[in-house]
């Protein structure tokens, strides 16, 4: 991944503040992540790991691992995108818990049939978050696919400023090959798994990963404490309605709308039950495992944040050290050019060719380097890249990985208590303390919790 261009906006009176910078994802990158994506969707279809009682284990691990993966990616190359802010951030976990009360009354108390809303609701999400998706590797095959082929004049009153958040009059907006096409794919499939029924698992968890990834790149976090802030109170909203609320209203509310079928559609991960013909499931069971969108998009958010963190930390130290080096040979190569010239003098000649410690130069040089290294703020374009590899964003891979094992927590404290479970009761404290732990032994925890993304970003309040 290659940033291309940067803006510095300095702050002032905040120190942690990141300049804008943007960035590109590798074009290999972006077709390895979508092939693994198809590959764990036609594995899951292929029948094998139905056959296997836990075949959904492996299942939802690739699926939720590849939807964080370019989730994350996505967002790190969009210009601008919406943040949570802290005071959001915590209110967050009460608007959900008063819109999940609210569906689960009109579902089970008032017995509404939401399926004609909810379907058009899912049919529109599901076109946009699947052409949004396949513009990435269709732009990935080359510059045809990216060039405005026409403009389309918006509305006036519907175009906003990403900058400014004004009102802009006359706007008009780029169609490209890529957005056609999408747009087209899109279609076809939220028409599909309609006509399915949201029954097709394979339909229903392709849009619904793609409806993770185009959120993931949209929203996300400014800085660390309001992301660790928000995933707390999640932590605690998840439990109180899987746990608690069987207590208060005489039922698992969050099992109840997941599983209720006039609230259906493409907002959690499907595969088909193992049928276990020694131990067979109620007749009036779900028929499917299920892993809830949130589940995926919540502890994605702290991923995402980390890809950024690591972006933004990457860029820094190579624009210090590019500081750092070029502070060491003037320094160096003046002093020396002094010492030849007999203006300063030294020990012993041969001490510059061999040693230039011996004389003070090199001691001095260092000094330099270092001075130039901790004050170094402007960012050079040559500076400016991001590693291909997973060792190059250390904290974005520690938290996939951890990611991976609170999932596989949750499951096993699943098959043992035979109950459904809160996953994000595993998912957060595996996530941040990874986080933690990593930037703690690092010794740069104090970076991290001040470390605040205002790149092209806009908050939601």
Not at 29 to 42: H, I, P, R, T
Not at 101 to 126: C, K, M, P, R, T
Not at 410 to 422: C, K, M, S
Request: aromatic content about 12%; charged content about 20%.
């Amino acid at each position: 991944m290659d940033p291309r261009t940067t803006d510095d906006n300095k702050d002032d009176d905040n120190d942690a503040a990141t300049p804008t910078r943007t960035f590109e994802w590798d074009r290999f990158d972006v077709f390895a992540s979508y092939g693994a994506f198809g590959a764990a969707l036609s594995l899951g279809d292929s029948g094998f790991l139905q056959n296997f009682k836990y075949g959904y284990v492996p299942y939802f691990c690739a699926l939720a691992v590849s939807s964080i993966y370019i989730g994350s990616h996505r967002g790190l190359t969009r210009e601008f995108r919406e943040t949570i802010s802290f005071e959001s951030s915590l209110v967050g976990p009460v608007v959900l818990s008063g819109a999940l009360f609210a569906a689960y009354v009109a579902l089970e108390v008032l017995h509404l049939d939401l399926s004609a809303f909810v379907n058009v609701y899912f049919f529109i999400l599901g076109t946009i978050a699947v052409a949004g998706n396949a513009t990435e590797p269709l732009g990935a095959l080359g510059d045809w696919w990216k060039a405005s082929c026409y403009k389309v004049k918006v509305p006036d009153g519907w175009a906003v400023d990403p900058e400014t958040r004004e009102v802009v009059e006359d706007a008009e907006v780029d169609v490209t090959p890529a957005q056609i096409t999408g747009t087209i794919f899109g279609i076809a499939l939220a028409s599909a798994d309609m006509a399915a029924g949201h029954q097709n698992f394979t339909l229903n968890n392709a849009i619904a990963c793609f409806i993770v990834t185009d959120f993931l790149s949209v929203i996300g976090f400014g800085s660390f404490k309001s992301c660790a802030t928000l995933l707390c109170g999640l932590l605690a909203y998840d439990a109180f309605w899987v746990f608690k609320s069987e207590s208060v209203v005489g039922q698992n509310v969050m099992m109840s709308v997941a599983t209720n079928q006039s609230f259906n559609g493409p907002f959690r991960l499907l595969f088909p039950r193992f049928e276990d013909v020694l131990n067979p499931a109620p007749i009036d069971a779900f028929p499917f495992s299920l892993l809830g969108l949130g589940d995926i998009a919540v502890p994605g958010l702290l991923c995402a944040l980390m890809l950024r963190y690591d972006a933004f930390r990457s860029t820094d130290l190579r624009a210090r050290a590019s500081a750092a080096a070029g502070a060491f040979m003037d320094i160096f190569e003046t002093e020396r050019a002094l010492v030849e010239s007999g203006e300063q003098p030294a020990s012993d000649a041969d001490d510059i060719e061999n040693d230039g410690y011996k004389s003070g130069i090199g001691k001095r040089a260092g000094d330099a380097a270092v001075l130039a290294y901790d004050s170094a703020e402007d960012i050079s374009e040559d500076a400016m890249s991001i590693p291909s590899s997973m060792s190059g964003r250390a904290f974005f891979s520690s938290s996939l990985s951890a990611y991976v094992a609170g999932l596989l927590l949750a499951i096993a404290a699943n098959l043992v208590t035979g109950e459904g479970q809160p996953a994000l009761v595993y998912l957060v404290p595996c996530t941040l303390a990874s986080v933690i732990y990593l930037s703690t032994t690092r010794d740069e925890f104090s970076r991290l919790a001040s470390f605040k993304d205002e790149s092209g970003a806009s908050s939601l309040l």
